[in-house]
């Protein structure tokens, strides 16, 4: 059975830490793996990853793919409470007529000033 | 930006009642969703659609049904709410898998309280 999963379920760090969000998928036909940040209503898309060890970055976050060990991180670096959020891994197959996505239960992240 | 809009933010409904939940996307979308979001469960595919009046079941399609008479519009119907089905429900729509670039747009989410 397609799975992903996501880890830590939640955490709590200070201002300025940085921040790893784990996301393990078993996907079949898989082929990209996104990541999304939910903050109490839509979650918004951050990132896409297609290719293994190629690292997209946006601001102060960044994001690798693993595919032969079926992984991906999401890094955060000197946080801000602003980043608090659930952050959404989603493992992406063509399935049927369309691109279908299967999420993993997300992560909390919670900054404290 | 592409925008999706669910028509409701928060809905309370009583047990047996036919509910509707609207969703429209304003960017000329082929496929468009339906999840459903419980703590502890993450997003649950419902159904999706892929075309005008096209429609497939997703991981728990029971209780539910859709309609999409046309492209901007997808309707998730509970036919009998039951209690079990407090949630909330989230819409969301994306471009033809060549052009999967940018994931899935999300609308704000409906949260449904069946009471």
């Known amino acids: 059975e397609d799975k992903v999963v996501q880890s830590p379920l939640s955490l709590v760090v200070h201002e300025g830490d940085t921040v790893t969000l784990n996301c393990s998928y078993e996907v079949t036909n898989f082929r990209s793996l996104l990541w999304y940040k939910q903050e109490k209503k839509a979650p918004t898309f951050l990132f896409m990853l297609?290719?293994?060890?190629i690292e997209k970055k946006s601001g102060r976050l960044s994001s690798i793919l693993d595919k032969k060990e079926l992984f991906s991180i999401l890094n955060i670096t000197a946080t801000q409470t602003g980043d608090s959020a659930v952050y959404l891994c989603?493992?992406?197959?063509?399935?049927?007529?369309?691109?279908?996505?299967?999420f993993g239960t997300g992560t909390l992240l919670a900054v404290q000033p | 930006d592409v925008k999706v809009t669910q028509s409701s933010r928060y809905l309370v409904k009583r047990t047996g009642e036919k509910v509707f939940l609207e969703c429209v996307q304003d960017m000329d979308h082929e496929n468009m969703f339906w999840y459903r979001q419980d703590p502890g469960l993450g997003l649950r595919l419902i159904y999706f659609?892929?075309?005008?009046?096209?429609?497939e079941k997703g991981d728990i399609p029971e209780g539910y049904s859709v309609s999409r008479e046309k492209k901007e519009r997808f309707s998730l119907i509970l036919e009998s709410a039951s209690t079990n089905q407090t949630s909330m429900y989230l819409c969301?729509?994306?471009?033809?898998?060549?052009?999967?670039?940018?994931?899935?747009?999300f609308g704000s989410g409906t949260r449904l309280t069946v009471v």
């Open positions: 659609s892929y075309d005008v009046k096209m429609k």
């Open positions: 969301a729509s994306s471009t033809i898998p060549q052009a999967f670039v940018g994931g899935y747009t």
């Open positions: 297609t290719s293994s060890g």
């Open positions: 989603a493992g992406n197959y063509y399935g049927g007529a369309t691109n279908k996505l299967i």
